[in-house]
C-alpha cells in the first residue's frame, strides 16, 4: 500500500522560504507523477507542482512560477518544494498526491486531483509577519 508523509510546513514571515518534502514508501512500480496541491480556508484545492519520475518532466502553476521548486531524490524516495519568496496568498495545507501513470499531460488535466492515486496527509504553511 502506497503511503506519503509529508513534513516541512510552518510558519514563514513574507519573503521566507520553506521547504517541504514527501516520503514515499510501499510503492514497487518503476515510476509515478508526484503533484503538490495546496487549499486556502475557504477556498478550492489548486495544483502547485508536479513531476513525473519517468522522464523528469515537471511543471508549476503560474502563481508559483519562478518562486517555487520541484525536486527529487530517488535514494531517499522523496520528492521535495523548495518555496521561495513565500506570499501570504501561499498561506494553505499543502499536500502530496501520486499518480503512477508516471505522465504529465501539460494541460489541466495536470491538476485534476481525481488522476491521484494516493495523497498524504497534508502540513500546513502559514505565511504571516
Known amino acids: 500500500q502506497v503511503q506519503l508523509v509529508e513534513s516541512g510546513g510552518g510558519l514563514v514571515q513574507p519573503g521566507g522560504s520553506l521547504r517541504l518534502s514527501c516520503k514515499v514508501s510501499?510503492?514497487?512500480?518503476?515510476?509515478?507523477?508526484m503533484g503538490w496541491f495546496r487549499q486556502a480556508p475557504g477556498k478550492a484545492r489548486e495544483g502547485v507542482s508536479c513531476l513525473s519520475t519517468r522522464d523528469g518532466g515537471l511543471r508549476y502553476a503560474d502563481s508559483v512560477k519562478g518562486r517555487f521548486t520541484i525536486s527529487r531524490d530517488n535514494a531517499k524516495n522523496t520528492v521535495y518544494l523548495q518555496m521561495n519568496s513565500l506570499k501570504p496568498e501561499d498561506t494553505a495545507v499543502y499536500y502530496c498526491a501520486l499518480d503512477r501513470s508516471g505522465d504529465i499531460y501539460y494541460s489541466d488535466y495536470d491538476w485534476d486531483a481525481g488522476r491521484y492515486d494516493a495523497w498524504g496527509q497534508g502540513t500546513v504553511v502559514t505565511v504571516s509577519s
Open positions: 510501499g510503492f514497487t512500480f518503476d515510476y509515478y507523477t
